[in-house]
């Protein structure tokens, strides 16, 4: 099953683009609740390059690492990449007010549909506010 949720962001689609694949805004932006973060970011990004993430629980319980490559890069346009043996998609496109960024993924069988897409959705829209306060938007 595939699963999509989407953020808007008010900021020029250059912008963008840069904090959704620069290690280091991804160790700010990449968290589905306060208690977790992400410790350790990689990107190399081009086709048949490799990303990785390391989340962990703050209090140190529990931590893993989400990591795949790149099967198709479009500059300010579009990612697709595998991990663990599925597929991911982000897609961005620039209106009249900002980029709309879309992320469908296959799920997986441990957690539940609900599970997985409020988790993505929380990251996305960290992002989304991420990137606007470095813009000064909020």
Do not use: C
Request: no cysteine; proline share 4%.
């Amino acid at each position: 099953m595939k699963i999509t949720v989407s953020t808007a962001v008010v900021a020029p689609i250059a912008e963008v683009w840069r904090a959704y694949n620069s290690p280091e805004d991804i160790k700010i932006w990449n968290t589905a609740s306060p208690d977790w973060h992400t410790t350790a970011s990689a990107v190399d990004l081009r086709v048949g390059g490799r990303f990785s993430s390391r989340m962990e629980a703050k209090d140190g319980s529990y931590g893993f690492d989400f990591a795949g490559e790149y099967t198709k890069v479009v500059p300010h346009n579009l990612i697709e990449y595998t991990f663990g043996g599925r597929i991911g998609l982000v897609e961005f496109a620039e209106g009249p007010s900002g980029v709309t960024v879309k992320v469908t993924f296959d799920s997986e069988s441990t957690h539940s549909e609900e599970q997985q897409r409020s988790g993505w959705q929380a990251i996305l829209d960290n992002f989304a506010r991420h990137v606007e306060a470095r813009q000064g938007l909020k």
